[in-house]
């Protein structure tokens, strides 16, 4: 291994750019099981990880633009505010494989049932806010771990 390819396997290690995870799922029933499947994608050299995860979670959000009026000074003032709040109502983590590598140019899937409580929050559309499920999935690498990124769920 010549000093770039060196350099290139610390700067995949660092960013997580060893491997690409991609994540898709069944659209989940609350209180009933459901399929994720995870792929992960070797970019060039073996990428070495010491499990392969799943997060699951669910946010409520909130976004809303007011008008708010008040008085000041004896003037009356209009102030338009915008408002962004989110929680995580719903988390867990699983682990879906143990430690392996991932062979250069190589890709590998998993899949995992998984079940939502049937008491979770469902999920819903209003006008200034909604709940909404997503996945996460990812290899559990030195430095910073290739994933999928946040993926929202459709509800059945």
């Not at 983590?93 to 995992?112: D, Q, R």
Request: charged share 20%; with cysteine; aromatic share 10%.
């Amino acid at each position: 291994m010549g000093l770039f390819d060196k350099v290139k396997s610390m700067k995949d290690a660092v960013t997580g750019g060893g491997a690409k995870v991609f994540a898709q799922a069944e659209a989940p029933v609350l209180g009933q099981p459901f399929t994720v499947t995870i792929t992960a994608s070797s970019t060039g050299a073996d990428v070495k990880y010491d499990r392969v995860y799943l997060k699951v979670r669910g946010i409520e959000y909130i976004d809303m633009h007011d008008n708010v009026s008040f008085s000041h000074d004896g003037q009356s003032h209009n102030k338009s505010v915008h408002i962004k709040k989110s929680t995580t109502t719903f988390e867990q983590e699983f682990n879906v494989a143990p430690a392996g590598v991932l062979p250069g140019s190589a890709t590998e899937g998993w899949t995992i049932d998984v079940q939502l409580p049937e008491n979770a929050m469902p999920s819903f559309r209003g006008r200034y806010a909604r709940h909404y499920y997503a996945i996460f999935a990812g290899l559990d690498c030195f430095g910073n771990d290739p994933d999928s990124g946040w993926i929202e769920l459709h509800m059945q």
